[in-house]
């Protein structure tokens, strides 16, 4: 089980780094935007579509990219984000939202008062996935279901592996695993999670790109290791060589990410 922290988060620190990054965080977020896209696909197939009236959370809402999209699938639409700065940008939307700041481990709901949530890339930066997921089922109705995607174990393993010849270390967040993502689901109460695992691929020109994004979002180590930066240009030199083994026939530096959407019905 996985009641117990998964991993240490120091989460002022979390609210910081992304908010530091909200105001150019959009013009680094190409992967977070396909990703929260094909979610949304998802949650037409499912019913969720323009105009159904209803509740409506987008968990880890972030600079609001999603909200006017989501606004127009329910009646009341509510964004939450740890970040307050990531939320102050939110506000420039225009999409109507009421925006919150909070935990998505202490969802500041009632019970059983939301239809639906929508949730990209947010929770795979809770230290107890299985009480994100109790809180989830708490504050919705029954029937109501939950729309997410989450990094899983693998990703950026490129980069890590890199990191590693580097000085050792991995450089990069640990992530849940599939099975431990399903067992965090149903600790939560969800008893049968539909959840689909994806390998999502990225390339750069250069390993410049890639840390510039990865810096641009705020996504920086959080949790565990807490070492110290990039380091000085001998081993930013030192990476990049390292890197060159994962340059692809078509010239570009292969980036991939393990990606899971998941759908959730509280009974």
């Known amino acids: 089980m ?3 922290r998964f991993q240490w988060v120091d989460k002022a620190q979390l609210a910081r ?3 530091a990054a909200a105001r150019h965080y959009d013009a680094h977020a190409r992967f977070q935007q396909e990703v929260g896209q094909a979610l949304l696909v ?3 197939a499912a019913g969720i579509h323009e105009g159904p009236g209803g509740c409506g959370l987008d968990l880890g809402c972030g600079t609001g990219f999603f909200l006017p ?3 127009s699938r329910c009646d009341v639409l509510t964004g939450l984000d740890l970040a307050p700065g990531m939320l102050a940008q939110a506000t420039l939307r225009g999409s109507g939202a009421r925006l919150v700041c909070g935990d998505a481990e202490a969802l500041p709901f009632a019970d059983q008062s939301l239809d639906w949530v929508f949730s990209s890339l947010a929770l795979q930066w809770c230290e107890r996935p299985a009480q994100a997921f109790a809180e989830l ?3 919705l109705k029954p029937g109501g279901q939950v729309f997410f995607s989450t990094l899983l174990s693998g990703s950026l393993w490129q980069l890590r592996e890199a990191w590693r010849a580097v000085d050792g270390r991995a450089h990069v967040n640990r992530f849940l695993t599939l099975p ?7 600790d939560g109460g969800f008893e049968t999670p539909e959840l689909c695992p994806l390998t999502w691929s990225l390339a750069y020109p250069a390993l410049s790109g890639l840390l510039r994004d990865l810096k641009g979002i705020g996504a920086s180590q959080v949790n565990d290791e807490r070492p110290a930066g990039l380091g000085n240009r001998q081993r930013l030199r030192r990476l990049g060589e390292a890197y060159e083994r994962y340059r692809q026939p078509d010239g570009l530096l292969a980036a991939s990410y393990e990606v ?3 759908c959730l ?3």
């Open 17 to 19: 780094r992304f908010g």
């Open 2 to 4: 996985l009641h117990e």
């Open 260 to 262: 899971c959407l998941g």
């Open 42 to 44: 998802r949650m037409s």
């Open 69 to 71: 999209d989501l606004a």
């Open 137 to 139: 089922h708490r504050v």
């Open 180 to 186: 431990q993502l399903q067992q965090a689901a149903r």
């Open 265 to 267: 019905v509280r009974a």
